[in-house]
């Protein structure tokens, strides 16, 4: 199963997350290491993930994101995360937000397996 994450902010400015999440390849992350970076934004921590990345056509590849996220909802080492990557550039990495989760990314993260 992946968890669904409500992002607050991304490593990604708004303009990046919008054109990764159009032209972005999906994938499924794994969390290999959830990091506190001491930040904390209208009460929320920003935490460093170190994630594991598989999709369907490329070898699995490690990448790292800064992110803040819901103190009540801090992600945990072994959840499984919808992606995109940027095709280009894979350490360009979004999170998919509720919102921006439709039945084609569903169904493309069901392709992966795992």
Do not use: H
């Not at 990557?85 to 069901?110: F, L, M």
């Amino acid at each position: 199963m992946v968890l669904l994450l409500a992002i607050f902010a991304s490593s990604c400015g708004q303009q990046d997350y919008e054109r990764i999440l159009e032209i972005g390849i999906t994938g499924k992350g794994i969390i290999n290491k959830v990091e506190d970076t001491n930040v904390t934004i209208n009460d929320d921590p920003q935490v460093r993930l170190y994630l594991t990345i598989y999709s369907k056509n490329q070898e699995p590849f490690d990448a790292v994101v800064k992110m803040v996220v819901s103190r009540v909802s801090v992600p945990r080492q072994g959840d499984w995360v919808a992606v995109k990557y940027d095709p280009e550039d894979n350490q360009k990495v979004i999170w998919i937000e509720d919102d921006d989760y439709t039945p084609e990314i569903e169904e493309e993260i069901k392709q992966i397996g795992l």
